[in-house]
């Protein structure tokens, strides 16, 4: 597995390279800022990112919003000394994958590797896919039907292209919240209908509101026209 480590902390991520190399048998490159981070990022391919929220040059938070925002769909990690609910909640909702607090072992590091790479972080095939009038475009994470264009969030486009992959299927909440927040991840049910709702918002901007369908007591599927 190929891991991006954007850590400025020299001993720290001296210690976490060598770990990963050594307990993980992982190909790493460590940046120390973040621009480099972001430009590692976009033109090399990594299964997984770690970064580190403070550092020099564009912080964690910043380097992973914009990554989302431009499409990017790999796995990120995201490191940090900030604690409180709040700091979580932001990194998550920044596009965060997985969120470790410092100081952490490497043990539960190496430990939370295993479990995102466990999940489908497979780089996309194709850039658009139809779904019979609709236009859903991975690049920009937008959909379009004729001239109408709506751009998506970040959780709202994770969203309905996990419900495209699995067309015809009833996704639980359970395993939405596994595989668009993340299993771990403090969030509620509520979030995730609140999500469904934002999205079907924007399904009616092009005219596909019934294109999503709840199933009472179970969950959601996209239907399969």
């Known amino acids: 597995m190929n891991i991006l480590l954007a850590e400025d902390d020299l001993q720290l991520g001296e210690l976490i390279s060598f770990m990963l190399k050594k307990k993980g048998g992982y190909n790493v490159d460590w940046v120390k800022e973040g621009e480099d981070a972001y ?21 964690g938070i910043s380097i992973c919003q914009r990554l989302r925002s431009e499409g990017y769909t790999g796995a990120i990690l995201m490191l940090t000394a900030k604690d409180t609910i709040k700091d979580r909640i932001n990194g998550l909702d920044a596009g965060a994958d997985d969120y470790l607090i410092k100081p952490f072992e490497i043990d539960e590091l190496l430990a939370r ?4 790479s466990r999940r489908n ?13 609709l236009l859903l475009n991975r690049t920009n994470q937008t959909i379009a039907k004729g001239a109408k264009n709506i751009q998506l969030s970040p959780r709202e486009f994770q969203l309905l292209d996990l419900l495209v992959q699995n067309k015809g299927q009833v996704l639980t909440r359970d395993i939405i919240l596994e595989r668009v927040w993340g299993f771990d991840a403090e969030v509620s049910m509520k979030t995730i209908d609140a999500t469904i709702k934002l999205l079907r918002k924007k399904l009616e901007m092009v005219d596909q509101y019934d294109l999503l369908k709840s199933i009472r007591g179970v969950g959601y599927t996209l239907e399969k026209r």
Request: proline share 5%; aromatic share 16%.
């Open 121 to 133: 972080f497979a780089p996309l095939i194709e850039d658009k896919v139809w779904i019979q009038d």
């Open 113 to 116: 590797l295993r479990a995102l």
């Open 39 to 59: 430009i590692y990022a976009t033109t090399s391919y990594y299964d997984l990112i770690i970064l580190d929220w403070m550092m020099p040059n564009g912080e």
